[in-house]
């Protein structure tokens, strides 16, 4: 079972507040979420999907494709994925695949690798690091495959991520609309207002 957990999109992607505007960040999590989840419907051998969610964005995203929707507490995507990998294993799935809803670059293609490449053994894992290398994994003595996805690796979470985004190859949501900002044009003074909120018009 594939499980997205989405955080409230109107609070979402706090580190590019240096050049997004809140209205800018919040459009950026929608389509990239969006993203995401076009991603996993074009998969044509995915297991099911469930959107751990209370954002009525994310909800009537997920209806949308017909994915199933269980609603977090809001206490944190650690905790939203908890509850909902009780959820799985109360559906009796044996693995769960946690999709980030923040890497637009995703393809099905490296989902599919993901599955193929899973240790058979029970416990084991499929860990896929971001483009920075941030984030650890605690050894459990438990098979682990790790592998290099440049699309499922490539999370937005810095002003360079936004350029790496709009210049990819593609025509995806998130990447159109960071193009239609032509963030390389804005000089320190707009940076500055829209670091205190305040946005030229």
Known sequence: MILVPVKNLADAKQRLSSILSPEERFALARAM???VLQALARWQSRPSVTVVTSDSFARDLAARF?????????SGETSAINMA???CRERGAENTLVVPADIPLIDSSELQ???DCA????GGAVLVPDAARRGTAKATGLPCVVL??????RDIDRPEDLRELAASTGDRQSQKLVRSWNLGSRNRVELCQVEHGVQQR
């Open 33 to 35: 979420c969006e993203d």
């Open 113 to 115: 690798e993901i599955v």
């Open 85 to 87: 990998t009780a959820f």
């Open 66 to 74: 017909s994915f199933e929707v269980v609603a977090d507490d809001n």
């Open 119 to 122: 240790p058979h053994s029970r």
């Open 148 to 153: 290099e996805l440049p699309g499922i690796a």
